[in-house]
């Protein structure tokens, strides 16, 4: 059985199982399982506290993992990323009060809070700069107020929790996060890996595309087609009105409505955008 680890609780938790459970996976339905075994798909489903997640991989107890980027580099386990999940994103940054102008050189000798030293450590190397490392479980961004740290080191999302806490965010982002999928590094791809990877990339594009027909007179065709150029090629099909083709392409949701003004201007009439409910590409 392929043996998987899933966070148990924290951000990335929920959007973890809903998306397994769109694969077609099996998730627990009680929190306080801690194992979820998928005799269907053969899947063994572990649920650990995110931060262990690379661990346990990396120590080959388990297959795969899902984790956040960032939460693998701290780390620093023997755990490869396998693809990036479309969620979860952040980015981690420096902040401290008053720093809008400050660089990353600015912060030698001084001391920083953050709850990823391992992380840290290696980028302030890499720019060739000597700090003490505060290491703190959460809530760092109370660190500077508090007395322990001239600046911080942490995760931001929205950014609230860093604005209200008075600090601003300077130099440049250290890394730009998401939700991956991980696996042992060095091994072959265990049996199992393949199909997770096709359903798990069909629910990401059936997320982020949508279908959409239209009508467009024959002279069109071309300029249509390159405004909806779809994924391989759009499907062209003939209509019972001379002259007029139909066409049918994904496009990416977000430019739904843009690329529905340019049609329109192109000379399509009878345009229609549908969800995607599942896909394989
Ligand atoms: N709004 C967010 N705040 C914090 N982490 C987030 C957010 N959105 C996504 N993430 C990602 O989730 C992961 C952190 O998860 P989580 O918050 O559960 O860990 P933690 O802060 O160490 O745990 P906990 O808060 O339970 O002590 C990181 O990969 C991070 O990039
Ligand atoms: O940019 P924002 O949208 O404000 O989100 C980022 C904040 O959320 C996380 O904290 P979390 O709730 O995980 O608490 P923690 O600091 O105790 O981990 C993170 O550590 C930041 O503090
Ligand atoms: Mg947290």
């Not at 720093?99 to 920083?112: M, N, P, Q, Y």
């Not at 024959?218 to 300029?223: F, N, P, Q, S």
């Not at 994924?231 to 066409?247: K, N, Q």
Request: hydrophobic share 45%.
């Amino acid at each position: 059985m392929l043996k998987i680890a899933l966070p148990n609780k924290g951000s990335l938790a929920e959007e973890t199982t809903a998306m397994l459970r769109e694969a077609g996976y099996k998730q627990r339905t009680d929190l306080k399982d801690l194992v979820l075994v998928d005799e269907a798909n053969g899947v063994e489903f572990y649920y650990l506290r995110p931060r262990d997640i690379a661990v346990y991989v990396g120590e080959r107890t388990l297959d795969l993992g899902f984790t956040g980027r960032d939460m693998l580099l701290d780390s620093a386990a023997e755990a490869d990323e396998i693809m990036p999940l479309g969620f979860g994103g952040t980015r981690f940054r420096f902040a401290a009060p008053g720093a809008s102008e400050w660089t990353v050189a600015d912060l030698e000798g001084k001391r920083i809070g953050t709850s990823y030293p391992g992380l840290l450590r290696s980028y302030l190397d890499s720019h060739g700069v000597t700090a003490r490392l505060i290491k703190l479980d959460g809530a760092v961004e109370s660190s500077v107020r508090l007395g322990v740290a001239d600046a911080v080191a942490d995760v931001v999302e929205t950014g609230s929790t860093l604005k209200r806490a008075g600090l601003v965010m300077f130099g440049d982002s250290i890394l730009d996060s998401e939700a991956i999928l991980i696996k042992q590094r060095g091994v072959a791809d265990p049996s199992g890996l393949d199909l997770l990877k096709r359903r798990l990339t069909g629910v990401i594009a059936a997320r982020n595309y949508r279908m959409i027909d239209y009508n467009v007179p024959v002279e069109e065709l071309e300029a249509a087609c390159s405004i909806t150029p779809g994924i391989d090629s759009p499907t062209v099909s003939p209509l019972h009105r001379e002259g007029w083709v139909a066409v049918r392409a994904m496009i990416p949701s977000k430019q739904a409505q843009a690329i529905m003004d340019e049609l329109w201007d192109a000379g399509a009439e009878g345009i229609l955008v549908t969800d995607i409910a599942a896909c394989r590409l």
